[in-house]
T-cell receptor, first 115, second 117 residues
Framework: ETGVTQTPRHLVMGMTNKKSLKCEQH?????MYWYKQSAKKPLELMFV???????ENNSVPSRFSPECPNSSHLFLHLHTLQPEDSALYLC??????????????FGPGTRLTVT | AQSVAQPEDQVNVAEGNPLTVKCTYS??????LFWYVQYPNRGLQFLLK??????LVKGSYGFEAEFNKSQTSFHLKKPSALVSDSALYFC???????????????FGRGTSLIVHP
């Protein structure tokens, strides 16, 4: 797990706050992902970045705004969240090469509580 | 379109007994299949994958999985369960996206494995 780090590990925020989640990967991968994991629900893919370009936005509300300044760092900017956004937010990375399929490496997650 | 089903929310097994966690999939092209494990308050950890070749894939911590194309299954197995194997297990499939060429993963809902002493 030390290959992908996430900060903070826990975050409590009010619905009017603005906060950011940070992810850093030390594996030299070129693709990064944000997932939302809620209790009793499947893992939800939110965003995918490949070579710093966003390739997927899985119908995520605009109150979630991703940023990928380089292939090692990924941010998720949060504003005016709702209580139902409370969840574990997981970052992952993988090496994507044409014609090859590799596994993903996940960070430990940020446990977000929206009050 | 691709999908993954894990039909059991929970699997209970006694320590020392063999375990099986089930997974079935649906893809339009070639399936690339993965198993991940999640311990409490941790992210997902890669266990093993099937890309091509031998249908029996061996992975970390003594786990293995068998790819069965006719049954579209990729069940996770271990000959002798340990209490420390208790965790949440996810099956995932990656198929080439119809446009763009990128491989987008789809995860199952997860199966909670409980190994009793």
């Amino acid at each position: 797990e030390t290959g992908v780090t996430q900060t903070p590990r826990h975050l409590v925020m009010g619905m009017t706050n603005k906060k950011s989640l940070k992810c850093e990967q030390h594996l030299g991968h070129n693709a990064m992902y944000w997932y939302k994991q809620s209790a009793k629900k499947p893992l939800e893919l939110m965003f995918v970045y490949n070579f710093k370009e966003q390739t997927e936005n899985n119908s995520v509300p605009s109150r979630f705004s991703p940023e990928c300044p380089n292939s090692s760092h990924l941010f998720l900017h949060l504003h005016t969240l709702q209580p139902e956004d409370s969840a574990l937010y997981l970052c992952a990375s993988s090496q994507e090469l044409a014609g090859r399929v590799y596994e993903q490496y996940f960070g430990p997650g940020t446990r977000l509580t929206v009050t | 379109a691709q999908s993954v089903a894990q039909p059991e929310d929970q699997v209970n097994v006694a320590e020392g007994n063999p375990l099986t966690v089930k997974c079935t999939y649906s893809v339009s092209g070639n399936p690339y299949l993965f198993w991940y494990v999640q311990y409490p308050n941790r992210g997902l950890q890669f266990l093993l994958k099937y890309i091509t070749g031998d249908n029996l894939v061996k992975g970390s911590y003594g786990f293995e999985a068998e790819f069965n194309k006719s049954q579209t299954s990729f069940h996770l197995k271990k000959p002798s369960a340990l209490v420390s194997d208790s965790a949440l297990y996810f099956c995932a499939v990656r198929d080439i996206k119809a446009s763009g060429g990128s491989y987008i993963p789809t995860f199952g809902r997860g199966t909670s494995l409980i190994v009793h002493p």
